[in-house]
């Protein structure tokens, strides 16, 4: 176990890393760089008051986070959200389950496990929901066409993306174009 990296829960944008840079600058704690989900610290984690420092990250919606499993699960859940809403990847045409492999440097089988049981869902449910809020946020921005929507999130069809978005949210894409209000979740709700 990394003794100088912090795990930190609810983290899903950009704003989220810099309101964790503001705590651990207010608290005094040395890092060298804050991700999602994560803060890498240059000090010993033993070295640090973790329980003042998660008081001070649950008044900003954060949680430091202690378990091993949901270390695991916060950082599968930073790389999804990373990759399908900050990327800047012209296209999701990725093997997540290589990805997830690859980046945290464990079995799939491994991690599928420890996110199921923790989550009570799969991941492709978790990656599947995220990517539906994408479709959202493109929708309410009116740039691009749901073809141009379908392709780039690496759907196969504007069809299949359709028939995802209305189980997932009881609308077809138009129904929700329409909507006066338009019913987005924060990422960190997914």
């Known amino acids: 176990m990394d003794s100088k990296t912090l795990y930190i829960r609810n983290m899903v944008c950009p704003r989220c890393i810099s309101a964790v840079k503001e705590t651990l600058t207010k608290l005094e704690i040395p890092f060298t760089e804050v991700v999602l989900g994560k803060a890498l610290i240059n000090i010993e984690k033993s070295t640090i008051n973790q329980d ?17 499993n949901r270390k695991l699960v916060a950082e599968v859940k930073a790389l999804i959200v990373n990759y399908i ?21 464990k079995d799939y089988s491994v991690i599928t496990s420890i996110f199921s049981e923790m989550e009570n869902t799969t991941i492709e449910k978790y990656i599947i929901a995220q990517k539906i809020e994408r479709v959202k946020e493109l929708l309410t921005y009116n740039e691009l066409t749901l073809s141009e929507i379908a392709f780039q999130l690496n759907y196969s069809s504007v069809q299949h993306l359709s028939n995802q978005f209305k189980k997932i949210t009881g609308k077809t894409p138009s129904q929700y174009k329409k909507l006066d209000i338009q019913a987005r979740k924060t990422l960190d709700m997914i």
Request: cysteine-free; aromatic content about 14%.
């Open 52 to 68: 003042i420092l998660d008081q001070e990250l649950r008044k900003i919606g954060f949680e430091l986070i202690r378990d091993k």
């Open 85 to 105: 809403h900050y990327s800047g990847e012209s296209d999701l045409k990725i093997n997540f389950s290589y990805y997830l492999t690859e980046k945290i440097g």
